[in-house]
């Protein structure tokens, strides 16, 4: 009775992972689908299962409308940002993690509070400063927002990673003839690298998909590809085949870079919870 019992669990449980796939893969499916249609078909009314593949939307896409250069920006700003905001994570985490700080529970709360704070909130003393710096529609103001948005992600991230790091290691590169620098990049990097990816990884999705203040900050100069998404959606109509095609290419590369590093990653985020 208990075998039959564990295996209806089981059943159970994967028909809900199933269901709850299903949910979240449908939207995506129905957007590659949209995005190989042609006008006529992706504006009917009852929805065609049947239709003509053809890549003209994708043509439009990359080359009438050079949806290809606002991806490249969104590739620049969202990876030249994730750099930095790791490279601060670990100078901010490191130290609090390794040693007692008078404090540190306290700061790292504020420095959490930070994340939690709406963009929204922000958004209008953050434009007037960058219009008085004349900074607006440049690579610099929506790097320095998105390394200062993920930076509260990435050194609470980096805490844990680096708390679970037994200080014996350090000690014994130390005895060896490391000095606290050398030890640091040769030693405690190394060990906590599918953290680091986990790190960097989030922060450059969290900058790839942000939408608010890459509208607000940005022209046509350094436009990234999400707001390139609000040229599809005229007053007149929706040009949905087209919008498909664009949300596809954006989806694209988060894609192949989360399956390229999915290993790295899933171990980064099992190392272990954030100690008091």
């Known amino acids: 009775m208990s075998t039959s019992k564990h295996k209806s669990v089981v059943l159970l449980q994967l028909f809900i992972v199933a269901i ?3 949910i979240f893969v449908f939207p995506i499916f129905w957007m590659i689908m949209t995005s190989l249609k042609s006008q006529n078909d992706a504006f009917t009314a009852v929805p065609k299962w049947l239709f003509t593949v053809t890549f003209d939307n994708y043509k439009v896409v990359l080359i009438d409308r050079n949806f290809m250069k606002y991806l490249l920006n969104s590739f620049y700003i969202s990876a030249v940002s994730t750099i930095f905001a790791v490279m601060l994570g670990c100078g901010v985490a490191y130290p ?6 008078k404090g540190s529970k306290n700061i790292l709360t504020w420095i959490l509070t930070l994340r939690i704070v709406p963009p929204i909130v922000s958004i209008t003393p953050i434009y007037l400063l960058f219009s008085q710096l004349n900074m607006l529609d440049t690579y610099t103001s929506l790097i320095l ?31 060896d003839g490391c000095n606290r620098f050398t030890a640091f990049f040769r030693v405690i990097l190394p060990i906590v690298g599918p953290g680091l990816v986990s790190a960097g990884l989030l922060s450059f999705i969290f900058a790839w998909n942000e939408f608010l203040f890459a509208n607000i900050l940005s022209g046509p100069n350094v436009r990234t590809a999400p707001v390139g998404l609000n040229e599809y959606a005229t007053p007149v109509s929706v040009l949905w085949g087209q919008i498909a ?29 954030v100690k008091g």
């Open 20 to 22: 709850a796939m299903l």
């Open 96 to 101: 609090f993690a390794r040693y007692n700080l």
């Open 145 to 175: 927002m998105y390394t200062f948005m993920n930076l509260p992600l990435a050194i609470w991230l980096l805490y844990g990673f680096f708390k679970d790091v037994p200080g014996e290691i350090e000690e014994s590169a130390l005895v």
């Open 245 to 273: 095609a664009a949300g596809t290419l954006i989806i694209v590369p988060i894609a192949v870079i989360t399956i390229a590093l999915q290993r790295k990653m899933v171990r980064g985020l099992t190392m272990g919870a």
